[in-house]
């Protein structure tokens, strides 16, 4: 993730007050979830929850950042899920690769170096 922005310069940039979330509805235990950089681009980045982990799927989150005011009314998160292989078939993953192509092969593409670079490490 070279050149990537940390995560509060990414808070900072697109006016959030805090990159946390509170956990699922299934959790009985009400602490925050810190959500890690896995990549970003000039309007996008891409979070993992590395807690929200479940039957091999990564849970992600794509968020547009710095949204010019005509493009408020635009989409800008989409909930998705990775199991190393192949995005999830989700109703956000199916609208990403019909409405923005480019995009959701960029998040394919940031995933696939993400967890290469990652075994690599190891």
């Not at 635009?74 to 995005?87: A, C, I, S, T």
């Not at 109703?91 to 394919?108: C, F, G, N, R, T």
Request: glycine share 4%; charged share 30%; proline share 5%.
């Amino acid at each position: 993730m070279s050149g990537c922005p940390s995560v509060f310069e990414l808070e900072k940039a697109s006016g959030a007050e805090k990159v946390e979330q509170k956990d699922t509805p299934r959790s009985t235990e009400s602490k925050p979830d810190s959500m890690v950089a896995v990549a970003a681009s000039a309007e996008f980045v891409l979070f993992d929850r590395p807690s929200a982990a479940r039957n091999g799927w990564r849970s992600l989150k794509l968020v547009r950042v710095n949204a010019r005011p005509h493009e408020k009314r635009q989409k800008l998160n989409w909930w998705l899920g990775w199991n190393g292989e192949r995005l999830s078939r989700s109703s956000d993953a199916e609208s990403l690769k019909e409405e923005h192509p480019a995009l959701y092969d960029w998040v394919i593409g940031a995933l696939q170096e993400h967890d290469k670079a990652v075994s690599t490490a190891r």
